[in-house]
């Protein structure tokens, strides 16, 4: 396998606001994984770029409400960042995701507060994706741990 991964940047309107997409499409492989960063308000897609090359998959990276390159776009307000929200946001995501894709599966692979967001979502709205994997990582050692993976 390449070290090498293409990838494609865009805005997508989701939920009321423009929301910004990396995405690194795996020719070979239909499976898609969704990192849900880090934050809330902090943006993560150098750690999706770092993770892209070496899996096997199509990886999805997007800038949640209130972080990154969508909140530069939109300047969304502290009061608009409720988790309901972030929930709605995710649920038009992985429904983006999903038709773009053409696939009926999408793995959640979240990230610290993302395992939050990701864990939340999952207990609200059960049926839409296969699995999910939280990740943690530890600023004094910058390792990542794969804590949990849950096939669904």
Do not use: C
Request: proline share 3%.
């Amino acid at each position: 396998m390449s070290d090498v991964k293409t990838y494609m940047e865009e805005y997508v309107l989701l939920n009321g606001i423009s929301q910004y997409f990396l995405h690194y499409p795996s020719p070979s492989h239909k499976e898609v994984i969704l990192h849900l960063h880090g934050g809330p308000g902090s943006s993560a897609a150098n750690f999706t770029h770092a993770l892209s090359p070496h899996w096997d998959f199509t990886v999805v990276y997007y800038d949640q409400r209130g972080a990154g390159r969508t909140q530069k776009k939109n300047k969304s307000k502290p009061e608009d960042l409720t988790i309901e929200t972030l929930i709605a946001d995710l649920k038009e995501t992985i429904g983006y995701i999903k038709h773009k894709y053409e696939t009926d599966r999408v793995i959640l692979m979240g990230q610290s507060w993302g395992t939050i967001l990701g864990t939340e979502y999952i207990r609200r709205i059960l049926f839409v994706t296969s699995a999910r994997v939280t990740v943690l990582t530890l600023a004094v050692s910058h390792e990542l741990f794969i804590i949990n993976s849950t096939n669904l």
